[in-house]
């Protein structure tokens, strides 16, 4: 997942794994049962004041590869059912809190590997210590295919991509996540981001940096982003999610759902 931290310090080697302290207060479970009591917000209709421009495949940045509308609706409805089965106990869905003490606005459910705030291990140590979901075989199929989709077939990142840690991020309305590093990780190989339900501004700064210039990024509902070579290490967030903007039917609580899968380098 990456520093989330607040005192604005930068790494002086972005590609430096490195493992921070935690929370001795834990995180907060989430029953999955009790979103779906929210209510909802309005639905938004994004209106354009002119024609849409394509939404073709985009290296953004170096590295850095968007590819709008990836998943069609089946395949969305498929990963959103299989979230909700991830997110029950044990090892479920919880609010993370950073070592400061305050807990996240976004809720989190992990897989293959458990990540808190700034440390992977083998169990839910922020919540109730149980294994964590092993990484689903679905999961790690569409990992591989979207790094094949961003680099090609025959490139290292390819050869080289053993997903084996999932970070799946619910971001209930007004929820959103600062501008951070994804640090932890020995491994320099890619980093993979499914973006599901609400359309959201995924914003990136830099690999020595999190302030300005910004690259911003729109992610709906089905859409990929791929970030690795020398921006593996970028910092960033997601500043805004655009309430109800979500296709109907997926079965997803209010909000925006992230699957981010990466090859740790752990044993």
């Not at 005192?7 to 080697?13: I, M, R, T, Y």
């Not at 850095?64 to 069609?72: A, I, N, T, Y």
């Not at 969305?76 to 106990?89: D, G, I, M, Y």
Request: proline share 10%; net charge negative; with cysteine.
């Amino acid at each position: 997942m990456g520093s989330l931290r607040d005192d604005g310090d930068l790494l002086a080697d972005p590609w430096t794994p490195r493992r921070g302290a935690t929370s001795r207060l834990g995180g907060v479970p989430v029953d999955i049962d009790s979103l779906e009591a929210a209510v909802a917000p309005a639905r938004q209709m994004l209106l354009l004041d002119e024609p849409e421009p394509s939404r073709a495949t985009t290296e953004v940045l170096p590295g850095v590869v968007h590819v709008p509308d990836w998943l069609d609706d089946a395949a969305q409805r498929s990963l959103v059912a299989e979230f909700r089965q991830w997110a029950r106990p044990p090892a479920g869905l919880r609010h993370p809190r950073v070592p400061a003490g305050h807990v996240m606005s976004t809720m989190a459910v992990c897989l293959g590997w458990h990540w808190s705030p700034y440390a992977y291990s083998r169990t839910a140590d922020d919540t109730d210590g149980a294994p964590v979901t092993p990484m689903p075989a679905s999961v790690d199929a569409l990992a591989r295919r979207a790094v094949v989709e961003a680099y090609g077939p025959d490139s290292p990142e390819t050869h080289g991509y053993e997903p084996d840690a999932g970070i799946v991020n619910l971001y209930p309305p007004g929820a959103h996540l600062g501008l951070h590093q994804d640090g932890e990780e020995p491994a320099t190989t890619p980093v993979v981001t499914i973006s599901l339900g609400d359309t959201c501004t995924f914003r990136m700064a830099g690999v020595d940096r999190r302030t300005a210039p910004f690259t911003d990024v729109e992610l709906r509902s089905g859409d990929l982003l791929v970030f690795g070579r020398e921006n593996r290490r970028i910092f960033h967030g997601v500043p805004k999610v655009l309430d109800a903007t979500a296709p109907e039917g997926l079965g997803l609580p209010p909000g925006r759902l992230s699957i981010t899968v990466r090859h740790t380098g752990f044993t």
